[in-house]
């Protein structure tokens, strides 16, 4: 049996971090929905930079929706809302077969919207209305300016993907947002099932701190932080607040994890994948990781060290886990704009090329 399809039976979700308009095309989506268990797809600018950038599968339509008037974001969204649709659509019979629980794709706000809350909040609503799939998350950042946002957004009915989540105590910020949204659901006599994941990034977190930790701990950061989250996000689960909402109707917030694409070339490629087979979350992986993962038939066990250890441990050799967080969403920010202003400026040159020819 393929690990893909261990991790499945274990209770986690595997769902693809990447959409390109050939994986939909050439049937490979659907291929990995049928032979590797992936049950839903993420996506982010960066995704779609690469995609738009590095082929021609999506000239045609620039070129069209060019003759039409678009241009920057209105024509991006254009494509980008087309594609996931498409996703969407093959993700619904895993949509409709887990009551909605599973078969999931997302769509990102403009990350230049990322310290605005009222922008965002109104950017998230007509994506998910223009989108018009029931399956379909937008993604809001977990930045505090970010949560008021996310939890008016589960409160109008707007299901959401709460992205660039470095730590648990950022991970608890966003779970309260969004229970706040449902709790008012609840308050004005709605129905309370408005689906949502919060996204844990993990690899980054060694990246940062790899100059910095002794051979011993090395690649260890992220699965810390992850475990430690895990453990606030079973508490919550535990929690009088939320078995009472759960009462009404309402459905769980998934822990999802994300940036699970090992970055050390020395380590497996199937790294955090395996460290982090945890039942009841979710693991957006890179196309890379998956065809990784796909060739093993075993799940290997991961460190039996808790999480509070190792953390304990990188606290002695000086690394304040805290200062790194607000330094890693701070990066975050400022990467998902950068990549956010090159796929404007690729989809500007193609246009401009396409418009000559």
């Given at each position: ?38 049950t839903g797809l993420t996506s982010n600018p960066t995704i779609f930079d690469l995609a738009i950038k590095n082929s021609a599968d999506y000239d045609g339509a620039i070129g069209r929706k060019v003759k039409e008037g678009k241009s920057g974001e ?284």
């Amino acid at each position: 049996m393929k690990a893909t399809r261990k991790l499945h039976d274990l209770g986690q979700s595997l769902w693809l971090d990447n959409i390109t308009r050939d994986l939909l095309d050439s049937g490979t989506l659907k291929r990995y929905i049928e032979e590797l268990s992936i049950t839903g797809l993420t996506s982010n600018p960066t995704i779609f930079d690469l995609a738009i950038k590095n082929s021609a599968d999506y000239d045609g339509a620039i070129g069209r929706k060019v003759k039409e008037g678009k241009s920057g974001e209105a024509l991006f969204f254009d494509l980008a809302i087309e594609d996931l649709r498409r996703a969407a659509d093959l993700f619904r019979p895993v949509f409709d077969r887990t009551n909605g629980v599973d078969g999931w794709v997302s769509l990102e706000v403009s990350p230049l919207l990322a310290r605005n809350t009222a922008e965002t909040l109104a950017a998230a609503k007509a994506l998910h209305k223009r989108a018009d799939r029931p399956n379909l998350f937008i993604k809001i950042p977990g930045t505090r300016e970010g949560l008021p946002a996310i939890e008016e957004a589960i409160f109008s009915g707007v299901p959401v993907n709460v992205t660039l989540l470095f730590s648990a105590e950022q991970y608890a910020a966003a779970a309260d947002a969004y229970l706040r949204g449902i709790e008012r659901r609840i308050e004005a006599g709605l129905n309370p099932d408005v689906g949502s994941v919060a996204s844990i990034f993990v690899s980054r977190w060694d990246v940062a701190v790899a100059s910095k930790a002794p051979d011993a701990l090395r690649n260890r950061l992220g699965i810390a932080i992850a475990g430690q989250t895990y453990e606030k996000y079973r508490a919550l689960l535990d929690s009088p607040r939320w078995q009472r909402i759960a009462n009404s109707g309402a459905r769980a917030q998934r822990l999802l994890w994300a940036s699970t694409g090992t970055k050390d070339p020395n380590a497996s490629a199937v790294l955090y994948v395996q460290a982090l087979a945890l039942p009841f979350t979710i693991n957006t992986m890179p196309e890379a990781t998956l065809k990784a993962l796909s060739t093993h038939d075993e799940l290997s066990a991961s460190s039996s060290a808790s999480a509070a250890e190792v953390l304990a441990e990188f606290a002695k050799a000086g690394i304040d886990s805290g200062a790194v967080a607000a330094q890693l969403l701070e990066e975050g920010v400022q990467s998902f704009a950068k990549s956010w202003n090159n796929l404007l400026a690729c989809i500007a040159s193609k246009s401009e090329t396409l418009t000559a020819a």
